[in-house]
């Protein structure tokens, strides 16, 4: 009863408050950098709990130590175990990776493991990530595209037949191997190097005033 009513156990989430529950200056360095990364990991839980579809959430982080003399550095890594609602969508996932990635110098995404509370791998952690970021990132593109391509006809019909008697199935494919880019030219409104009787031709040198230019 003593314990609850200081509000203990958190369930085991300790943040930046362990600093103040121990005295830093007569603490090792050694102690001192479990402390950090505890901290570090207690907070970036808090917060990915805070989140509508993470109902809780557990973090691992690897954070190896600079060592001197030595022009190899390992790079460090998180992995996250999340309690959801439901299913997370590619999006969330990719989201919560940046989250993590962008509270620890030197992580990036693609370092960041996910895995549910049932087991099931969310984000490998890896450079394999990258494609299938790219992947997701396609499919909810086109979902979009689906979304306001159903959305115009159900609005077109709706004039016609009434609100709510019409409904529409959209189903894209798209393909994203092919870009069209459109480049427009600017004019630079200045002074030129060029001589004014280079006006008029197709290929001019930006040359000095006192050269000629070639017809």
């Known amino acids: 009863m003593s314990l609850a009513s200081s509000g203990l156990p958190q369930r085991g989430r300790v943040g930046y ?5 121990q005295s830093t200056p007569g603490a090792t360095s050694f102690v ?17 709990a805070s989140l509508n579809r993470i109902k809780s959430a557990r973090v691992h982080l690897v954070l190896p130590e600079r060592e001197l003399f030595r022009r190899e550095r390992k790079d460090p890594s998180a992995s996250i175990v999340l309690s959801v609602r439901g299913e997370l969508s590619n999006g969330e996932i990719r989201a919560i990776q940046h989250l993590v ?7 990036t995404p693609t370092r960041v493991s996910i895995v549910d509370d049932q087991g099931n791998l969310l984000a490998s952690g890896t ?5 299938g970021a ?5 499919a909810e593109r086109t979902l979009g595209f689906e979304n306001r ?10 004039n016609v037949v009434g609100a709510g008697r019409a409904r529409v199935e959209v189903a894209a494919e798209i393909d994203f191997n092919r870009s069209t880019t459109t480049r427009k030219p600017s004019i630079l409104m200045g002074r030129s190097s060029a001589p004014p009787n280079c006006a008029k031709t197709r290929t001019c040198p930006m040359v000095p005033p006192a050269s000629h230019c070639r017809q």
């Open 17 to 21: 408050e362990i600093f103040d529950q």
């Open 101 to 107: 990635a962008s509270a620890i110098e030197g992580l």
């Open 149 to 158: 391509l159903r959305t115009r006809v159900e609005d077109m019909l709706a």
């Open 32 to 48: 001192q950098n479990i402390n950090n990364v505890r901290a570090l990991e207690g907070e970036l839980a808090r917060t990915i």
């Open 127 to 131: 450079e394999d990530d990258a494609a």
């Open 134 to 138: 790219m992947s997701g990132r396609a």
